[in-house]
């Protein structure tokens, strides 16, 4: 059986590097207009750098065009795809049948993948857009394993992608009006503003004495997180998911941090490439555990398994918080490494004589930072905010397969 696609996200051209560099085989991305993420930072130019970025180091790339049309995006969309045209994306993600017939008009040899936004979760639902012409599901995340398994077993010739990790919506499949309520921005033209994760007061009306309201108050001054979402975590069930019939492990997260994208994406390489290996089953599992623990050294809302086992979600709530937990800090990134000194872009504070962790794409290293220095003077500190170059110097630096793009991280 073929190993399954690893599907990053990529907010912006430097995300999508680092993606790649941390062992994705292809990512997504789009323009705020079209796609669900309005403060992703491409534009045409640098989407189409993106492309070519990507086909040259023989990775593909899908382009998101999944927001709920309206007629002014109608109207504007051939353009976009006319812009596209010389050097094509691999496929478009969409989910609303007035953009998929434009884009077989004016893309006709692109592949299509309907978005999880079209909330596929039965196999009849996924014939008929089959016969539409698209070549990928991105089945809804209500979708259990027992429905994948069915949905794989009724339907023949097309593939079936789904998310294994990151934030979760408590709206069916992310059709939510809150946002577009409250703010007057809808999340279904990416300008969510997460009115989930709001800390809410909660009254009580009894009916025979309307406007008497009486407020319920939690102990403590955690406050009520009515609608807030844990995290979705997989990694546990890959091998599972494959067996079902998912070609394709999807990761959340276009508007997080290079951090958190490196280390998310390299966790589901390592563990992608450790289903595929030939290990014994207690090796596999031991290393798992190793791998899982990168989890929760990047922000998270504490991880369940979504919809996958079970439909009960009171589970996938999180009343107390909306804080994301995480014991580590991201402080840089490493820009190039000359002699013994590692030079550096500081996104957090870091202070002399620290201990760190430099992750790269395969080894995790424990060093302390000495010498700190900003433009060759001794500092005892470095700040980040500004486009200074920092850097540092560790014994035996031959030792370490450190370079650039390489990220610092410390214990809080």
């Known amino acids: 059986m073929k190993k399954p696609e690893l599907l990053a996200p990529a907010g912006n051209l430097k995300k999508l590097k680092y993606a790649f560099k941390y062992g994705a085989d292809a990512v997504y991305a789009g323009l705020p207009n ?16 993106g492309i070519d970025y990507a086909h040259k180091i023989n990775k593909r790339i899908y382009v998101t065009i999944n927001v709920f049309a309206h007629n002014s995006h109608i109207n504007a969309l051939p353009k976009h795809l006319k812009s596209l045209k010389q050097n094509p994306p691999d496929a478009i ?17 692109v592949e299509i993948h309907l978005s999880t936004q079209a909330n596929i979760l039965n196999y009849e639902a996924v014939k008929f857009w089959k016969k539409q012409g698209v070549k990928r599901i991105i089945l809804g995340r209500e979708a259990s394993l027992k429905d994948i398994i069915e949905i794989k077993k009724k339907t023949k010739g097309i593939e079936l992608e789904t998310f294994v990790h990151g934030a979760m919506c408590m709206s069916y499949s992310g059709r939510c009006y809150l946002s577009a309520w409250l703010n007057d921005r809808s999340a279904n033209e990416g300008l969510c503003t997460q009115p989930c994760r709001w800390n809410y007061n909660v009254y009580l009306e009894e009916p025979l004495r309307p406007g008497m309201m009486i407020p319920v108050k939690q102990a403590g001054k955690q406050g009520s997180y009515v609608l807030n979402s844990r995290d979705l975590c997989l990694i546990d069930y890959l091998d599972e998911l494959k067996k079902a019939g998912i070609i394709s492990f999807k990761l959340e997260g276009r508007t997080k941090s290079i951090y958190y994208l490196a280390v998310i994406v390299k966790a589901y390489r390592q563990a992608i490439d450790l289903l595929n290996s030939k290990k014994s089953t207690s090796q596999k599992k031991k290393e798992l555990t190793d791998i899982k623990k990168e989890l929760e050294k990047v922000d998270n809302r504490e991880y369940e398994t979504g919809f996958l086992f079970d439909n009960n979600p009171k589970k996938l709530m999180n009343f107390k918080t909306s804080k994301p937990k995480n014991d580590w800090e991201f ?5 190039k490494v000359k002699n013994n000194e590692i030079f550096i872009r500081i996104h957090n504070i870091l202070k002399n004589n620290s201990q760190i962790e430099i992750v790269t794409p395969k080894d ?25 170059t920092f850097s540092f110097e560790i014994d035996n630096i031959s030792k370490y397969n450190i370079a650039t793009g390489n990220l610092l991280r410390k214990k809080k």
């Open 34 to 49: 079209f796609s669900l993420r309005a403060k992703t930072g491409f534009d045409l130019k640098s989407l189409k750098q």
């Open 93 to 109: 993600i969409l989910s609303d049948p007035g953009v998929l017939e434009i884009v077989k008009k004016y893309l006709p040899k």
């Open 331 to 335: 402080k840089g990134e490493v820009l």
């Open 364 to 388: 995790i290293y424990q060093l302390k930072i000495k010498k700190l220095k900003e433009k060759g003077e001794l500092i005892k500190e470095a700040r980040g905010g500004a486009e200074k």
